[in-house]
């Protein structure tokens, strides 16, 4: 080998091994700037959402309830009945009064504010397309089935009541839901964009959002929220 053929040869090999150090260093960089418990793509739980579901931005209505074309599938969920105010409870105060919606699992609406006068309650607004709501509702069912445990109302939003209470049946969930199809209990509740969010109605009729909003994982976790909102500050 000549010694100019020999030159171009060490070379070659030293602009491999550099090559071979800067894609070692771009590698690391990028998994020291990846944020610590962030699923990657491919990973056993990069399809697992762990967080509530940002929404985008946008007109939060839905279709009402057909109750002809719905009669079917409320039968399949069997939902428990939507609440009902009782006779001689106290007026409907706080931000529910004068909020009147459907209830998803039977004909007819709900006046929210008088159904829950007086009785604490645990709200939750979901969807059926949103996977951290679907993960959280069979938790919210358990919780709701423990002795002492908060009513749930669920209020569906943004979706279409079929596929809402086809949800549910999947689910095996059957505390009542009502839906908003003019997103006024979302304005009355200053409801933020993101789903799952879940709020403790208060005998006073005040509201606490359970913030920062999570999903919930087990009932015992549900059941701390409550303990912890349940009263007002100060």
Do not use: K
Not at 42 to 52: C, D, I, L, R
Not at 86 to 101: D, E
Not at 145 to 171: E, F, M, Y
Not at 198 to 210: E, F, I, K, M, N
């Amino acid at each position: 080998m000549s010694r100019t053929a020999a030159v171009g040869a060490l070379l070659r090999r030293s602009d491999a091994r550099w090559t071979v150090v800067v894609i070692v260093l771009a590698v690391a960089g990028v998994i020291a700037l990846w944020p610590p418990g962030t699923p990657r793509a491919g990973s056993p739980t990069a399809s697992t959402t762990a967080t509530p579901q940002v929404l985008d931005t946008g007109p939060r209505t839905s279709p009402a309830p057909d109750d002809a074309e719905l009669a079917g599938r409320r039968q399949q969920a069997a939902l428990e009945p939507c609440p009902s105010s009782a006779p001689g409870s106290s007026a409907a105060t706080g931000p529910l009064a004068g909020i009147i919606v459907p209830c998803l699992g039977a004909p007819g609406t709900v006046d929210l504010g008088a159904a829950l006068a007086g009785r604490p309650a645990l709200l939750n607004v979901w969807a059926s397309w949103c996977r951290p709501c679907r993960e959280e509702i069979p938790v919210l069912a358990a919780y709701a089935a423990r002795p002492g445990a908060l009513p749930v109302v669920g209020i569906n939003v943004q979706d279409q009541p079929a596929d809402a209470l086809d949800a549910l049946t999947a689910l095996g969930a059957h505390y009542p839901s009502v839906t908003d199809p003019d997103a006024a209990l979302l304005a009355a509740l200053r409801s933020p964009p993101v789903l799952p969010v879940t709020y403790v109605l208060r005998p006073d009729g005040s509201v606490a959002w359970v913030n920062p909003p999570v999903v919930f994982r087990t009932p015992d976790e549900v059941a701390a929220a409550v303990a912890r909102f349940a009263e007002p500050v100060g």
